[in-house]
């Protein structure tokens, strides 16, 4: 419905949906899930998991074999460490991004009037940090920084709901409100996976004993 900005006059009415319109409205009902019962959306969301992370385990095994090669000299050339820096940024920043929306979706005032903007710039700012962020910090130190800040952004989600909402677990549980549940247990078990996965990765960072280092030293001269 069209109506003259001035006066409020009606103008027009539209028969319909235009094409681009349908064709939106379609892709994102399919991206969305619109078209599924809730276990379908379940297996729907698990495949892009996995389809995600198929992508993200190759990225990174690529980078490791292209460092190995370069191991010797002890320097990494930029490119290397360009796409470096953008895998860290692409995966673990953009988890830190989306921990950030949620955020400001809880913390912004309902009657901010720039309030959905807001939220989106908070995306955008917090992904830009881990860009900034993953440039300054390399390899595995940038790695379990931003997946232990992704984990305490998306841990720290129900008990956030909880302080600025009445819509907590417990609420949410006794009611049978499953989409209010299910969302905040999927952040509480993204936050733990995510803290799992930085505190595996901060073990292959620590320095082993000297004990183990020598008897490692000793095995090998043996076998030679």
Not at 187 to 205: D, P, Q, Y
Request: one cysteine or more.
């Amino acid at each position: 419905v069209s109506f003259n900005g001035a006066t409020g006059e009606l103008l027009r009415v539209g028969g319909g949906q235009s094409l681009p319109a349908l064709i939106g409205g379609t892709f994102y009902g399919l991206h969305m899930g619109h078209f599924a019962t809730p276990v379908l959306r379940w297996l729907y969301f698990i495949c892009g998991l996995a389809g995600t992370a198929m992508i993200g385990t190759g990225l990174v095994m690529w980078l490791g074999k292209r460092q190995l090669k370069h191991a010797r000299t002890g320097v990494m050339p930029y490119e290397l460490r360009l796409v470096e820096t953008l895998n860290i940024a692409s995966m673990s920043g953009l988890l830190i991004a989306i921990g950030a929306f949620f955020w400001a979706n809880r913390l912004l005032p309902a009657s901010f009037a720039e309030r959905s903007d807001w939220e989106v710039q908070a995306f955008f700012i917090a992904w830009g940090l881990s860009l900034l962020h993953a440039a300054l910090r390399r390899g595995r130190r940038g790695w379990i920084e931003q997946l232990s800040c992704a984990a305490l952004l998306l841990g720290a989600v129900p008990l956030l709901n909880a302080i600025t909402t009445e819509q907590h677990l417990g609420v949410s549980l006794a009611r049978g409100d499953w989409a209010m549940a299910g969302f905040d247990l999927t952040c509480l078990g993204s936050g733990v996976f995510l803290a799992w996965a930085a505190w595996k990765m901060r073990c292959r960072m620590a320095p082993q004993p000297t004990a183990e280092r020598a008897l490692g030293l000793n095995l090998t001269r043996e076998a030679r």
